[in-house]
């Protein structure tokens, strides 16, 4: 069965082709040779890759766009390629960078790799047959300078090169020989897997800042393999809000993909929060909804904004693909327990979770509640602690207490670790036992 007799998502009844599906999703910021593409797309499996960089210990929620995007075409049949950039990352991209990068040290720029390899698992099933995960270094680690100079360098114009906007907007602040040759390595990287007959990647996707790397393969590859040679490139949008604030960024920091650094619940949390005017474009970006869910979602957030479904099914899709069922679960369970103040049935891990970064304080012995308020800051006084729990505001992990002689002990602590204390509606604090 060819390819073009696939069906993809339907749109009023139409059937809506890869590209197409891509297009409308607004996962296409620039395509090159689109007609020939949108044909082979069609008739014929590709192979495409993208590359990722090992510039951190994990990736981030904005890796998760081009990964979805490999996903998609995955499913639709064709073969990809998650290439980790294990020689590329150690002299770094300038794309979009203003200033120079910082060099890592190599063992370190390993161990990140691997622990892009060991995410990248948890979202593609890789079999070597249509899915591939592979390391630049295999390859660049094993080319000499004298070879670099002469067998690619010289299909590099300084001219062509001084004309890519990632080296032009780095003139005026200036730009290191190494990273000035960076697109020359990822360059190779296409030509590469081209050649290789057990791959033949013909296609390179990336995002709207990898176009002047993605043309310079594109180049390359028919420069040695001929004019004639059939090779393409996609490039996404940068993901941005509609406020103009960056994607991704909390107060806490980075959203990544690693549970140990961003939790199930606070990436719930971080799309949850999403603004109506972003909701339907991220549902689009990261989720595997069809036209008509994504429409009827759409739908109710103009009709009933006030329900947050939009919202609420964007942070379930992505907690449960980033973190599967059961981190949804947890997240949702934690939200709900914080919403609603009955935080009792909440695990000392569930209690990390929800609390992370509360500001907490350490205690060995067992201490009266009005001296714990007064400890943690939630009372200036004991007269003051004393009203606040006459008066009913003040809570133990989800209960209220009124007796103003009761006492913190760890005994009737969360498993033993955690006392959560509140006051009012909002006001938490947290103690350690140790």
Known sequence: ??????????????????????????????????????????????????????????????????????????????????????????????????????????????????????????????????????????????????????????HFGINYMLAKDSVKSRLENGISYSEFSYMIMQSIDFLKMHQDSKLNCDMQIGGQDQWGNITAGMELIRKIEGNDTKVYGLTMPLITKTDGTKFGKTESGSIWLDGAKTSPYQMYQFFINTPDADAIKFLKYFTFLTVDEIMELEERLVNAPHLRTAQKTLAREVVRLVHGEEGYIKAVKVSEALFSGDIGGLSAEEIEMGFEGLQSEEIAIDIPLVDALILVRAASSKREAREFIANGAVFVNGNPVKDSSSMITKAHAIEGRFTILRRGKKNYFMIRHL
């Open 1 to 154: 069965m060819l390819l073009k007799d696939v069906c993809f998502l339907k749109l009023g009844g139409e059937i809506m082709k890869l590209l197409e599906e891509l297009k409308w999703r607004g996962l296409v910021y620039d395509i090159i040779n689109e007609e020939e593409l949108a044909k082979r797309l069609e008739e014929k499996t590709i192979t495409l890759y993208c590359g990722f960089d090992p510039t951190a210990d994990s990736l981030h929620i904005g890796s998760l766009l081009p990964i979805v995007t490999l996903m998609r075409f995955h499913k639709a049949g064709h073969r990809i390629i998650a290439l980790t950039g294990g020689a590329t990352g150690m002299i770094g991209d300038p794309s979009g960078k203003t200033n120079e990068r910082q060099l890592n040290e190599i063992e370190t720029i390993r161990s990140w790799g691997d622990a892009f390899k060991r995410q990248f698992s948890r979202f593609i099933e890789f079999d070597n047959k249509t899915a591939f995960s592979l390391d630049n270094y295999d390859w660049l680690s094993k080319i000499t300078i004298l070879e670099l100079w002469r067998d690619f360098g010289k």
